[in-house]
């Protein structure tokens, strides 16, 4: 079924500004609460936020099977569920509601003020409950820096990395949606030089840049999903900020990875750009550095040309960029860490989410974290009111965006955007 709704040539009769994230090629799904304190699933045009649970009511979705209350719902878990013919078949036709020559919306003004909202006027909330999230390592910059810094240039990457897209079980009850903000956490630490572990605030708090996937219901316990076939499973991508607790993790981390250095929040923009959106931008990946196992071997160009920005704004002043980097630059695709994921008989469901793992480039600039921005704070950076920073202070706010660009359309992910607090008094 062709995806009618990625016509780079198509216009909205709603307002846009030219550069916005959410041209009508976009059409994201997210869950806002309304000016009414109504919680439904919808989308976005430029800044005006869509109530499809309205339009489905108002008959606008006929002729695509969806059940009554399929947008009346506080998750996106259930529309994910119906899979990827539907999705693509209600992208389409919100791309024609919405479409500059068709009157049936656009002329309808009773119908227009049940269905817009501008977004001042609405609260995004979590688009999807998260039953699994795990987390992927895929940054070969990434893992090649940290693994200098901690065990040195010869050992940086361990044997395994070149195999297997190394990940981990992450927790879902603390992933929270743009807007909210995040605490300092407490924790144990084993100081430079010190002989005994001692507890209290972070000292190193560190974002992480990621994109994290979000699948349907993809394969029954036991059955693997191919390598080819995982993409069909995958509906969509935000922006996630993996915060991390260096000084915890660096002490818990052995034998089993991370734990509380990680799983005191993460944070996600709270528009799903689906990737049927992201078809145009599709790109070629890296070249394996050694021959794959055949599971992991894949057909076609499976990465994306996604550019990311990471900006702090310290409290009361203007906002830094300190980073510019590109979800091009993963060694292992979302393809093959699906495929891997499942090749065990792993089952996956609607709504988990897999963050890719810190996104670094190649160059300094284009670091996923402090802790490379700052090489473990030996480099701070200076921000534009003149602070240094080395890791995240209490209430800055750390400001993940991601769009792609080609000739004829740019679509967005809008914005990832968290405070940091400080640590909760003991
Ligand atoms: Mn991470």
Not at 77 to 103: H, M, Y
Not at 117 to 127: A, C, R, S, V, W
Not at 353 to 369: H, L
Request: with cysteine; proline share 7%.
């Amino acid at each position: 079924m062709p995806i009618t709704a990625n016509d780079p040539n198509r216009k909205t009769w709603l307002e846009t500004n030219p550069d916005t994230d959410f041209p009508i090629q976009n059409i994201p799904f997210g869950v806002f609460l309304t000016r009414d304190d109504i919680i439904t699933i919808g989308t976005r045009i430029g800044d005006y936020a869509i109530d499809l649970g309205a339009l489905h009511q108002l008959g606008y979705f006929k002729g695509i099977d969806l059940t009554d209350d399929i947008f009346l719902q506080d998750t996106l878990n259930d529309f994910i569920s119906d899979g990827r013919k539907t999705w693509r078949l209600v992208r389409n036709r919100i791309a024609d509601i919405f479409d500059k020559e068709n009157p049936e919306l656009r002329d309808n003004e009773n119908h227009r003020k049940h269905i817009l909202f501008t977004m001042d006027e609405i609260e995004m909330q979590l688009p999807v409950q998260v039953g699994d999230y795990t987390d992927f390592y895929s940054s070969k910059e990434h893992a090649t820096n940290v693994g200098t810094m901690f065990r040195g240039k010869e050992n940086a990457l361990m044997p395994n990395w070149l195999h297997i897209p190394v990940g981990y079980h992450g927790r879902s009850s603390s992933i929270i949606p743009s807007g909210i903000n995040a605490r300092r956490p407490w924790g144990q630490t084993m100081p430079e030089g010190a002989t005994e572990p001692v507890f209290g605030p972070s000292k190193l708090v560190d974002f992480e840049l990621e994109m994290a996937f979000i699948t349907t219901d993809a394969n029954a316990l036991g059955e693997p999903i191919p390598v080819n076939e995982a993409e069909d499973y995958i509906f969509g991508l935000v922006l996630f900020n993996d915060w991390s607790a260096r000084d915890i993790q660096k002490w818990e981390y052995v034998p089993l990875g991370p734990f509380l250095a990680k799983n005191f929040a993460s944070s996600i923009s709270p528009w799903i750009v689906t990737l049927d959106a992201l078809q145009p931008y599709k790109v070629e990946g890296p070249k394996p550095e050694r021959e794959q196992l055949p599971y992991l071997q894949y057909k076609g160009n499976k990465s994306y040309d996604i550019n990311l920005e990471v900006y702090i704004a310290p409290e009361n002043a203007a906002e830094t960029k300190v980073s510019t980097s590109n979800f091009k630059y993963m060694y292992w695709n979302m393809a093959q860490q699906l495929a891997h994921h499942t090749v065990n008989g792993c089952n996956v469901n609607s709504g988990d989410m897999m963050g890719s793992g810190t996104i670094s480039g190649p160059t300094p600039d284009s670091y996923g974290s402090m802790l490379e921005l700052t090489w473990r704070g030996a480099k701070p950076i200076t921000l534009s009111d003149g602070t240094e920073r080395k890791f995240i202070n209490d209430n800055d706010t750390v400001i993940l965006r991601g769009f792609c660009k080609n000739d004829k359309v740019r679509i967005g992910f809008g914005e990832c955007r968290t405070k940091l607090l400080p640590a909760i008094k003991q």
